[in-house]
């Protein structure tokens, strides 16, 4: 999971620096207004992904707090019934947070992957030297 995260933040990090302003004398006014309109529409979308991103951070925090509890509750399952129910009840939820953690992941994937792919666009009809 970290070094998804190290991927995804550089990602992100690689999109806030590949929008350029594009120049007006190289372009059209009818190009210049397209441009304007997928510049803006690439920041909002990077705005996006930053907070998916500091959602996926939080959640992961809960997934390890909750495998902590699940694997503090194993140890005692033999204890008792009582221990072995709380023990199933921590797993679950650790179970449940994990699946929750990897749709996130997966979204913010696929979003930041769009997102480069749009960027690259971008930069190959608006950015003219």
Known sequence: MIKT??????????????IAVPSASALT??????????GKSL????????TKAETRESLLEKVELAGDAWEEAEGLRN?????????????AEYETLKGELLREERSL??????????VALYNGQCVKN
């Not at 990090?13 to 590949?18: I, N």
């Not at 006014?29 to 997928?38: H, P, R, T």
């Not at 920041?43 to 930053?50: F, G, L, N």
């Not at 994937?109 to 749009?118: F, K, M, P």
């Open 29 to 38: 006014n009818a190009e210049v207004k397209q441009c304007n309109a997928l």
């Open 109 to 118: 994937q696929a979003l930041v992957s769009r997102l480069n792919e749009d």
């Open 43 to 50: 920041q909002a979308r990077q705005a996006d992904a930053k």
């Open 5 to 18: 995260l190290s991927s995804s933040l550089a990602a992100l990090a690689t999109l806030a620096l590949g």
């Open 79 to 91: 204890f008792s019934d009582d221990y072995a129910t709380k023990a199933d009840v921590t797993k």
